[in-house]
């Protein structure tokens, strides 16, 4: 067994949809979905380019002023996988036989498809394919057909095909149709609305010969699409040996190794093979809610690529991290903007977009959550902490300065401290509140950040000394009674979930309950207050108490979750529960423990399973440029080795049970 | 000058639109807009039919689980009124010349127009019509061509004509278009959607003749409209006759006699005009909101109904209050269903309604206004005090018993007492809040009411005690400090709203502010706890200091507001101020101080200057049977004179200065 290699075998639901998801591919700008070669009524094919989306108008049922105005939906552009194929003038067939072998360590897929005509004449064809991280505009694959037990006139052609499948169902307001009607002229491709085009140089494959048995067809093909007009002409060898390359660089300074669960190495390393995949590399692009492997939440980013996604990017591949936090750094104008229209100061990044404009039509569960700025600018003040490029952040200062000016207008110094009012923290299951924890808590950071920033650079230094008052005086509620952390001013006052009477068929609640009842109740979607204990010290008494109160009343229905919960749960030494969460998060997509993985990965979980290793198990933190780890390895798992970059240095660590 | 007459003389803003709505006749089935004889661009003529509607899938951005389904659109039926006419083949004219004369105390519109061609070819068009209230399904119009300067061939056509307008912008979220594609077989039309459907009985006119100078061409036209197919049919002059007696009966019973301003007066006589002609009569209609003027608010029915406009009715009308009430037995069916299908027991009133399923999109500020029960149950309450009417509560006792459940399970008992929460109150600018002052007290005297039903029923004896028990401990918030009333649990803890900073074209602050942004401040669209002090006995010094808080935080960009407070300022003695918030609600759609009057009537309002009259410069009560008054009389008003119904005896009252 290689714990490199991915098959059917290692994943839990082999539904085809899921399948797609799972084997896709992808390289920061294109994804491919694994999807069946002859085409069939339940498969999904998907070629999505990163940022590349059609808009248009939001419809409201009843709209008010200062919502979101347009739609952005990732396209889904061609279907690059299917073959039409007859044998002897039959093209039906049967798909007796599939296996697939995922090479991780090489980033290349192997698929073998065994199809019968009703005649039982049997054709075997053979793909290897890879989305090339040397040359991302390109989609290569390799392609054997055998006669196994037949000898005859055999036509293959295969061309890009146009897609016309919607994944999901009309009901689940978290996936769109993302087909769309492209505007063609020669190989430019337009989307009407947001008139975004990109350019394609297929090739295309159509013959028909007389075939022998046991005789093999053989070709490759170079998909190339890109959103400029150029093209290079790589052959499919040369590629392969790049991305061999390329692969083997990744690894070498990005992987983890974990003794005692092979289950858990391959699901780890399935994780970071998708991170490495789906990240966007351009500045103007970045990681998708679901990566570039399906539908799901219309190719948007959201918070997620800060708060779950960046550490191991700082971490382990500074520079894809970088690029990431460009994207923030050009969208700022659009942030500007946004807090303008709202009636703002400053700037408010958008809670869903690709183009830096507000998308989320639901504003208590999008806009509301204005943390948003502050798990920016933590995220920028992570990556100068660990890789020390201080120029960056002096460079992109504004970014930091402007965010900070929203809250001061948002929030409002009161007799009881610095408030800040109707939002909505990362626990969605709440919304509209006044002074959540977690919000106030990233506040209060991502001042201090820019009081200190704005103080170093002597910039604004009248503002920066209310920054740091503010900060200095941030309201943070607590029950003295209980000795809780109120989640906000009004959470401890809500009527308990009668979680005893609700079947286990209701979850999601969302998808079961309106969100007035919801909202009415003490009960969680996902990690709050305890998300906020994983990144800031508090007394670990304190951490405790929280938890016991919170982690019961937590659905865990986000995939945001129960990796949060994982770690804090090694924070208190709970290493038995701490590797029940993170098993959970670890392998959530290959055993679908969501239920809808067919949808596309959950691209934060993914980040998330690392941060339960890493800021987990191996209790890793870096303060002046000095990294420290704190042993919490569960029984389960007899050592970790990983790699980290810290201030460009690479510094390989072992955590080892019997060193405990 | 004659009090009872209304003309054009007598409004604020004479715009084509204004005129049409003001001057709109109706009869509580059909209502009719005062629209330009000879078609105008900015004309937007209407015939409705009350709660005639088509239905349409509600779009949302977003969706999610319990969300209203289907919108209910007040249909824009024909134009009735419009004539095709030329003079010797030319057939472009302008007008010259309109007057307008509303003859309130008989129930019939008398119009002139001076129409003149390019070469001074001058017609006169007269026409008296009436919305019969003898046979509602009648509009009866009787008209006079005269040649005034001209002899020649006069082509006259009049018939039934499609309506292809729409009233207001887009942007706003208070109107839809209303015009929608009938299906038509024979007299029959259908609308696609909701099925429903009804059939027309239209006399049409089309001549071609010779006309001397002075020569005056008549006719008469009855259009008859009707859910009936079958139709009788009648005469103008008897229609005409049946009306001027009805509108006596009515006057007699029903008007307010105000010594000292002619002009109020003849505004409260539009009101209470307005208010007898839009109430639906058959039990399976009610009130829009709008009444039948205009397409405002889709010709919905809200709480407006029990808590502005039942009063007037219960007191002058009964009959028309019964038939109101009826209609909400009548959908009680579609409440029990909306409550289990949003996870609660007993019954929920649907916000805003036809069919009485929720068709408000937008549930902050609708579903989530569940204070809607508890003033239906209200209205219930007030008819039986003041009707005697004991056999009709008792009947529909379901209805009061229903509603009441639902407050045993959306609130909840905690330490504090009884609790309500994630509810919205009747600020609008105030959403998803915890124990809203007027929603709880509300539900007190809703589940007080229920109760003391039960126990003299003999019907759920163990739930009555539940219910008294939660009346009992029913949670009011209080602030020791400022010694207020505290809206709701969070309101005094905001930040104020920066009025010095607002100029006055940012008013109303929903079409200029984000929700966000105005629910997070310290702002009111409109009475919220001072109407819950209309209602029930408080202390006068708490009154004055909640009315001394609040009223400065309020915007009063509802057209639900000033009247109410106006009412308390009288109930303070502070005769002053509460002539001006009567003046300003009893002629608003007069002067129109909204600016939407074009829309269609704020009915509401005008049910609001019944009570700033009744309830507030009389201080009407009744107890037992028993009426009393407090005279309240500012200076500007002399005397007071006017009828009220009470357990069938009518008894007129003088509320008179020289005696205060």
Tied chains: 1, 2.
Excluded at 444 to 472: G, I, M, P, T
Aim: hydrophobic share 35%; glycine share 6%.
């Amino acid at each position: 067994m290689n714990d490199f290699i991915l098959t059917l075998e290692d994943i839990g639901n082999r539904s085809v949809q899921n399948i797609e998801t799972l084997f896709a591919q992808a390289n920061g700008a294109l994804g491919v979905r694994a999807s069946l070669p002859i085409k069939a009524k339940e498969s999904t094919p998907g070629i999505f380019l990163n940022a590349f989306y059609e808009s248009h108008d939001i419809v409201y049922g009843e709209n008010a002023y200062g919502y979101a105005k347009q739609h952005q939906t990732m396209v889904n552009l061609f279907d690059l996988r299917s073959i039409e194929l007859s044998i002897d003038d039959v093209s039906e067939f049967l798909l007796v036989d599939q296996s697939v072998a995922l090479d991780m360590k090489k980033g290349i897929l192997k698929e073998t498809y065994l199809y019968q005509t009703k005649e039982g004449k049997t054709i075997e064809y053979r793909l290897e394919s890879f989305t090339s991280h040397f040359d991302r505009t390109v989609y290569a694959q390799k392609i054997d057909l055998k006669a196994l037990n037949f000898s005859g006139e055999v036509e293959v052609s295969k061309k890009a095909q146009k897609i016309s499948t919607k994944q999901g169902e009309d009901f689940d307001p978290r996936i769109k149709d993302a087909s769309v009607e492209l505007i063609q002229t020669g190989n430019k491709y337009t989307a009407p609305n947001s008139g975004l085009s990109f350019y394609t140089h297929f090739d295309s494959y159509d013959k028909k010969q007389y075939v022998e048995e046991g005789q093999t067809l053989s070709f490759t093909q170079l998909y190339q699409i890109s959103r400029e007009a150029e093209f290079t002409s790589p052959s499919y060898e040369e590629l392969e040996a790049k991305q061999i390359a390329i692969f083997a660089d990744f690894w070498a300074i990005s992987d983890i190794e974990i003794d005692g669960d092979r289950h858990l190495q391959k699901g780890i390393r399935f994780n970071l093979y998708h991170l490495f995949n789906s990240a966007g590399r351009d500045g103007h692009s970045n990681f998708c809610a679901k990566g570039l492997t399906g539908e799901g939440y219309e190719g948007h980013y959201f918070w997620d690529t800060e708060m779950y996604l960046l550490p191991f990017f700082i971490y382990t591949q500074p520079e894809i991290a970088k690029s990431l936090l460009s994207y923030r750094v050009n969208i700022l104008p659009k942030a500007q903007a946004r807090a303008k229209e709202l009636g703002f100061k400053g700037a408010l990044f958008a809670w869903r977009t690709i183009n830096g404009e507000e998308t989320s039509a639901y504003y208590p569960a999008g806009t509301a959550q204005v943390h948003i700025n502050a798990d920016i600018a933590f995220a920028f003040e992570l990556y100068e902490k660990v890789t020390g490029d201080t120029a960056f952040i002096d460079e992109n200062c504004e970014l930091i300065f402007e965010t900070a000016r929203f809250w001061l207008d948002y929030g409002f110094m009161s007799k009881r401290g610095f408030e800040i009012h109707e939002v909505t923290g990362p626990d969605e299951y709440t919304a509209l509140v006044n002074n959540n924890y977690y919000t106030n808590k990233m506040a209060q950071n991502h001042l201090y950040y820019a009081a200190r920033l704005a103080k170093k650079l002597k910039k604004y230094e009248k503002e920066a000394v209310e920054w740091f008052d503010s900060a200095e005086k941030m309201y943070i509620g607590f029950d003295q009674a209980l000795q809780i952390t109120q989640q906000d001013d009004s959470f401890l006052m809500k009527e308990p979930w009668d979680f005893e009477h609700t079947p286990k068929d209701r979850y999601p609640l969302l998808l079961h309950f309106h969100p007035m009842k919801i909202y009415k109740h003490q009960v969680l979607k996902q990690a709050d207050t305890i998300l906020a204990h994983m990144l800031f010290d508090t007394p670990i008494e304190q951490i405790a108490r929280d938890f016991d109160f919170y982690e019961p009343l937590t659905t865990h229905d986000s995939s945001l979750s129960k990796a949060i919960y994982g770690v804090v749960a090694s924070k208190l030494g709970r290493s038995e529960l701490a590797y029940r969460f993170f098993k959970e998060a670890a392998i959530m997509d290959l055993e679908d423990f969501q239920g809808n993985a067919s949808h596309g990965i959950h691209a934060a979980n993914m980040g998330g399973s690392w941060l339960g290793l890493i800021y987990g198990f191996a209790g890793l933190s870096v303060e002046n440029g000095e990294v420290t780890t704190k042993n919490h390895l569960p029984k389960e798992i007899k050592s970790l080795k990983f790699t980290v970059t810290i201030r460009g240095v690479k510094q390989q660590l072992v955590i080892d049970s019997y060193k405990k």
